[in-house]
């Protein structure tokens, strides 16, 4: 095999990519700087680094969409240009994206054969490609009906089709941007199966993604990039989270659990019997009771898209019910607006930070005052008092370690763990009774991700109830005191954090409610 330059598919393979001194600019960013990386066959190999530290500029120039300013491409040592994906493609470099780009209502064969040409045009070859794909899912354990309609399909199995597809173009190298976001650990075990076998193949894969652990589990190589340049090499082998930790940010981050007191508070939030559709009547929330309370964090674990949004909405106020109640202490709320619920002491902190939790034009002190602007000491009679704005904005951003060049920068520009520290910053100010943290650390680097734990630890410390909706089990498992896992907008069960395992919660997920010899069959 390794003698006939080919892959057990039939692609060609590719020995060794590799790139060096990249550079690319943008007005007033330097988003690759001398970038050396590489990747051989056989090889799953980690990009590590912060949000903006260069990973996806680098790849985006690997797939064509961006060009270089300077440095070169070398494909098994000769330099090649890539100037558009259908280049990349042609050098047998492919893409597995975050979000996937298949079409629901066609079979698994009608999405693979998506704009490739058919010796039968203007007909399709159909029969031909449902052959190829189940070669290809034989042998690479892929487990997927090529006539299966993709919308039915789980989410994992569809990640899957985006593999078949990459495979079936003639990937020989594949880049795979942060895989695991929306699998249960099962799906990720089984995805990592998958990986190992492709290399064991001859194939060459670029990891990308924000979990050490999966990092330190699957690959062979990190390479870690900060402020656009690569600041470390290493094999997994010999490496550590922690390491790698600090490697992405320049400074050690801590990862155990905080120490926390017994939980003894008041019930402060009780949802009772909750449902709710959306405007299609499709049911978004089905019969959801739950309790937290103060000085308690509550987390919600689930893949996204099983109810956990419409339960913060629902607690928020932005999201009616068609059944059910909620009660803030003793207050019955479900009718409540969003805004009397603020004046009543809920904080949120929106899934969609740039949709739903900052006006993106606004400068960084407009958006830190939204919530505040009842308030005497921000505007009287109709009017801003500027002067106390800014001195409240100055003492937030300090606070908070916002990194702003200025109140008046559009927030828009800064980083997704800037925004996210505004969004703290001005819900954890009114001090809040209730505070919703939705996804709170989705998209932020290592070092972000540990200031907004060590905020929520404060919040808790003071006594605020606080449900943490998070689709990292990680995080839930740092974090949560009690556990709630969410499948088709109902709980599944509570599990209180001493009891708490990836592979229980993993079944839970699924919609599986499992019993030992469940959890004792799932690998670690």
Same mark, same amino acid.
């Given at each position: 095999?390794?003698?006939?330059g080919?892959?057990?598919s039939?692609q +060609?393979?590719?020995?060794?990519?590799?790139?060096?001194?990249?550079? +690319?600019r943008f007005p007033?960013?330097?988003?690759?700087?001398r970038?050396d #990386?590489?990747?051989?066959?056989?090889e799953?190999?980690?990009?590590?680094?912060?949000?903006?530290a260069g990973?996806s500029?680098?790849?985006?120039i690997l797939?064509?969409?961006?060009?270089?300013?300077?440095?070169? @491409?070398?494909?098994?040592?000769?330099?090649?240009e890539i100037?558009?994906?259908?280049d990349?493609?042609?050098y047998?470099i492919?893409?597995?994206?975050?979000? #996937?780009?298949?079409?629901?209502n066609?079979t698994?064969?009608?999405n693979?054969?998506?704009g490739l040409?058919? $010796?039968?045009a203007?007909m399709?070859?159909?029969e031909?490609v449902?052959?190829?794909i189940?070669t290809?899912?034989?042998r690479?354990?892929?487990?997927?009906?090529?006539?299966a @309609?993709?919308?039915?399909?789980?989410?994992?199995?569809? =990640?899957?089709?985006?593999?078949?597809?990459?495979l079936?173009?003639?990937g020989? /190298?594949?880049?795979?941007?942060?895989?695991t976001a929306v699998?249960?650990p =099962?799906e990720?075990?089984e995805?990592?199966?998958?990986?190992?076998?492709m290399?064991?193949?001859?194939h060459?894969?670029?990891f990308?993604?924000?979990?050490?652990?999966?990092?330190?589990?699957v690959?062979?190589?990190?390479?870690?990039?900060?402020?656009g340049?690569?600041?470390?090499?290493?094999?997994?082998?010999?490496?550590?989270?922690?390491?790698?930790?600090?490697l992405?940010?320049?400074?050690?981050?801590?990862f155990?659990?905080?120490?926390?007191?017994?939980?003894?508070?008041?019930?402060?939030l009780?949802v009772?019997?909750?449902?709710?559709?959306?405007?299609?009547?499709?049911? /978004?929330?089905?019969?959801?009771?739950?309790?937290?309370?103060?000085?308690?964090?509550?987390g919600v674990?689930?893949?996204s898209?099983n109810?956990?949004?419409?339960?913060?909405?629902?607690?928020?106020?932005?999201?009616?019910?068609?059944?059910?109640?909620?009660?803030?202490?003793?207050?019955?709320?479900?009718?409540?607006s969003?805004?009397d619920?603020i004046?009543?002491?809920i904080?949120?902190?929106?899934?969609?930070?740039m949709?739903?939790?900052?006006?993106?034009? #606004?400068?960084?002190?407009?958006?830190l005052?939204?919530?505040?602007?009842?308030?005497?000491?921000?505007?009287?009679?109709?009017f801003?008092? #500027?002067?106390?704005?800014?001195?409240?904005?100055?003492?937030?951003?300090?606070?908070f370690?916002?990194?702003?060049?200025?109140?008046? $920068?559009? @927030?828009?520009n800064l980083?997704?763990?800037?925004?996210?520290?505004?969004?703290?910053?001005r819900?954890?100010?009114? +001090?809040?009774r209730?505070?919703?943290a939705? =996804?709170?650390?989705?998209?932020v680097?290592v070092?972000?991700?540990?200031?907004?734990?060590d905020?929520?630890?404060?919040?808790?410390?003071?006594?605020?109830?606080?449900?943490? @909706?998070?689709?990292?089990?990680?995080?839930?498992?740092?974090?949560?005191d009690?556990?709630?896992?969410?499948?088709?907008?109902?709980?599944?069960?509570i599990?209180?954090?001493?009891?708490a395992?990836?592979?229980?919660?993993?079944?839970?997920?699924?919609?599986?409610?499992?019993?030992?010899?469940?959890?004792e069959?799932?690998?670690?």
């Amino acid at each position: 095999m390794a003698d006939s330059g080919l892959l057990p598919s039939g692609q +060609k393979r590719i020995d060794s990519l590799a790139v060096r001194g990249i550079v +690319k600019r943008f007005p007033g960013v330097l988003a690759n700087d001398r970038v050396d #990386f590489d990747v051989k066959s056989g090889e799953i190999h980690a990009l590590l680094g912060e949000n903006g530290a260069g990973k996806s500029t680098l790849m985006k120039i690997l797939y064509g969409l961006y060009q270089p300013d300077a440095g070169e @491409i070398l494909l098994n040592g000769q330099p090649i240009e890539i100037r558009s994906p259908g280049d990349s493609m042609r050098y047998g470099i492919g893409m597995i994206h975050q979000h #996937f780009m298949l079409v629901d209502n066609l079979t698994v064969t009608e999405n693979v054969a998506l704009g490739l040409r058919s $010796t039968r045009a203007p007909m399709l070859d159909l029969e031909v490609v449902e052959a190829r794909i189940r070669t290809l899912t034989e042998r690479y354990q892929l487990q997927v009906d090529p006539k299966a @309609i993709v919308g039915r399909l789980a989410v994992g199995q569809q =990640q899957r089709v985006e593999i078949i597809k990459a495979l079936y173009r003639g990937g020989a /190298l594949l880049v795979l941007d942060e895989p695991t976001a929306v699998l249960t650990p =099962q799906e990720v075990a089984e995805l990592f199966a998958i990986m190992r076998q492709m290399a064991r193949e001859g194939h060459a894969l670029v990891f990308i993604s924000h979990k050490l652990h999966e990092v330190l589990d699957v690959t062979d190589r990190v390479t870690v990039l900060r402020n656009g340049a690569v600041v470390g090499n290493v094999a997994t082998k010999a490496t550590t989270r922690r390491e790698l930790a600090q490697l992405m940010v320049g400074r050690p981050v801590t990862f155990a659990r905080p120490e926390r007191p017994e939980i003894n508070g008041r019930v402060r939030l009780r949802v009772a019997g909750a449902s709710a559709f959306n405007e299609r009547g499709q049911r /978004l929330l089905d019969d959801v009771t739950l309790e937290v309370h103060a000085g308690e964090i509550v987390g919600v674990a689930g893949v996204s898209g099983n109810g956990q949004r419409a339960l913060a909405e629902a607690i928020a106020g932005l999201q009616p019910l068609r059944s059910g109640t909620i009660v803030l202490d003793d207050r019955t709320i479900t009718e409540a607006s969003a805004s009397d619920r603020i004046g009543m002491g809920i904080g949120y902190i929106p899934e969609e930070r740039m949709h739903d939790g900052v006006v993106k034009d #606004f400068s960084v002190s407009d958006n830190l005052i939204l919530r505040d602007l009842p308030s005497a000491h921000v505007a009287r009679n109709g009017f801003l008092r #500027f002067k106390s704005v800014a001195e409240r904005s100055r003492k937030l951003i300090s606070d908070f370690q916002v990194k702003t060049p200025s109140l008046e $920068t559009p @927030i828009k520009n800064l980083s997704g763990g800037n925004i996210q520290k505004v969004i703290m910053a001005r819900e954890l100010s009114l +001090k809040p009774r209730l505070l919703v943290a939705a =996804q709170p650390t989705r998209g932020v680097d290592v070092g972000a991700s540990e200031y907004i734990h060590d905020r929520l630890m404060e919040q808790r410390a003071a006594g605020t109830a606080i449900l943490l @909706i998070s689709e990292d089990l990680d995080e839930i498992m740092q974090m949560a005191d009690r556990i709630a896992v969410m499948y088709e907008g109902r709980i599944m069960d509570i599990v209180p954090h001493a009891e708490a395992t990836l592979e229980k919660l993993g079944l839970l997920m699924a919609g599986v409610v499992p019993d030992a010899s469940d959890v004792e069959a799932v690998p670690a």
